[in-house]
Structures are given as C-alpha cells and as structure tokens.
C-alpha cells in the first residue's frame, strides 16, 4: 500500500473493526507475553506501525489527535497492543532526526515493525568503517518477536 492509498484511509474505523479481535486474545497476549503473529502482521499490513512515519519515508504521518484515538480504542481492548503500537509509532518520529539514508534503509519494507528498548548502562556503540559495532545487553525490547529491524 502506498502512501497517499494509507493517507485516505480511516484508521480510527479500522481501529474498532480490529478491537474485538484484539480483545478475543487478550488473555493470550497475556499469557504469552506477545502478540499473536496473526494480529502484528495484521496490524503491519494494514499500516498500523507507520502511523507517525513521515510520507516522505511510505507513512502516514498522521495528526496525533487521531493517533491518540487509535490508540485509545486498541488499548480497551488490550493495553499490551496499544503500547506495542505506541512504542513502534513514537520510535518511527527519531526518522527525522537521523541520515535520510539510514531512514530509508529502516523503513524501505512497507511491513517493517522496528523495535527498541532501554540499554543498560554496558551498551556501546563503537563507529567502524561502514557503520557501528553494537555490545552490551538490552533487558527489554516491546514487540521484538515481529520486529524486522
């Protein structure tokens, strides 16, 4: 799907279409502490994850007002759906302060979920030709099982 097809869409309707199954697999998402796959490539497929990506990297670039309506449906039906949503939508926003070349690289796949977590304090990022070399450990990452970067 591309850009200006997402841009016509109503996320908010599509939202309360995908809560009641969202809420069927609350208990699910519960239990096993992630979202089902078949809901994440759902969600991906129809956009979700690129929310507040700017357009000119394939998002939406949606107003946070009805960001904040999408998510506030989602999250009666399951806060863990809502904060992976959040954390993926609000990650995407660092596109802007970052290399165009790298934000395209990221966000090229139109089903890309990128997740990131808090590093402790014994994560580094070394510069080495070409890129950097990434040590450390990351106790947490939301939505890491689907993430494709």
């Not at 997402?6 to 699910?28: H, M, Y």
């Not at 089902?36 to 497929?45: F, N, Q």
């Amino acid at each position: 799907m591309v850009a200006e097809e997402k841009a016509q869409l109503d996320f908010v309707a599509i939202a309360a279409e995908l809560a009641p199954i969202i809420k069927e697999n609350s208990v699910r998402i519960n239990e096993e502490r992630q979202i089902p796959s078949e809901i994440a490539e759902d969600l991906a497929d129809r956009g979700f994850f690129r929310l507040l990506l700017p357009k000119s990297l394939g998002g939406t670039e949606l107003n946070h007002s009805e960001f904040l309506d999408i998510l506030e449906i989602i999250a009666e039906s399951d806060t863990s759906t809502a904060w992976l949503l959040n954390q993926n939508n609000v990650w995407s926003t660092a596109s802007t302060r970052m290399l165009e070349s790298t934000a395209q690289e990221i966000w090229k796949d139109q089903r890309a979920v990128v997740t990131n977590g808090p590093p402790s304090s014994n994560c580094k990022a070394v510069p080495v030709e070409g890129g950097h070399v990434l040590s450390g450990n990351w106790t947490l990452s939301s939505g890491c099982t689907h993430a494709t970067w």
